[in-house]
């Protein structure tokens, strides 16, 4: 048998060493690696999270603004008695929401299902005698399917009536076409854009 010499000995333990370095090269970059791949994924989720928040609290303030109007329609409309929880309308025709556009009197309205939509003309504040309590329309004066939005947008008439709630023309078609189209009354046209944030 013969003695292993100190070179080799050196040799084998720098090739030990070199070994456990490259080793744990390895594991820091694996756990390099992992940190900033969940560090991605997790930005985009909060970033998913913040999108969705951000639509919620959006469509939350649009509900809240037309919730708003017509709780201020029916005070428009009403005596309020001395005891205040009880609105008592001034008239038969303020106990239904105000139609939009209005339906000839003793027809029934030419949309259903429609009790007001957006439009440019009206005025800002309905309150008065001939038109009755309630609040104006809040609509710019751009129309959601002629006019884009400012942000390039608009929608087709067949996707504003996607789910049928304005009667078909055509009801034998899987189309999703409403009554009519055109801008005058009473045809049904889309609403025109409301300016709920500049965002």
């Known amino acids: 048998m ?23 090269v390895v594991l820091l970059t694996g756990l390099a690696v992992a940190y900033l791949s969940r560090s991605t994924t ?10 969705d928040t951000d639509a919620d609290l959006l469509a939350r303030s649009a509900l809240d603004i037309v919730v708003g109007d017509f709780r201020q329609e029916i005070q428009n409309g009403s005596n309020n008695p001395p005891s205040g929880n009880v609105w008592i309308p001034t008239s ?14 003793g ?8 009790i007001r939509r957006s439009v440019r003309s009206e005025a800002a504040l309905w309150p008065n005698s001939v038109s009755g309590p309630a609040v104006g329309s809040r609509a710019s004066a751009v129309n959601s ?6 942000n390039g947008r608009s929608v087709s008439l067949a996707r504003w009536n996607s789910h049928y709630m304005v009667p078909k023309a055509n009801t034998t078609d899987a189309g999703s076409d409403p009554i009519t189209t055109g801008f005058a009354a009473p045809n ?5 854009w409301v300016i709920v944030t500049r965002e």
């Open 2 to 24: 013969r003695p292993t010499s100190p070179l080799l000995r050196r040799s084998s333990n720098k090739a030990a060493a070199l070994i456990i370095v490259l080793a744990f």
């Open 145 to 150: 399917t002629t006019d884009v939005s400012a």
């Open 107 to 114: 027809t029934t309205p030419a949309i259903p299902n429609l």
């Open 42 to 51: 997790d930005r985009q989720l909060a970033h998913t999270s913040f999108h």
């Open 92 to 105: 038969a025709a303020n106990v239904v929401p105000m139609y939009n556009p209005t339906p000839a009197p």
């Open 188 to 192: 049904y046209w889309a609403p025109d």
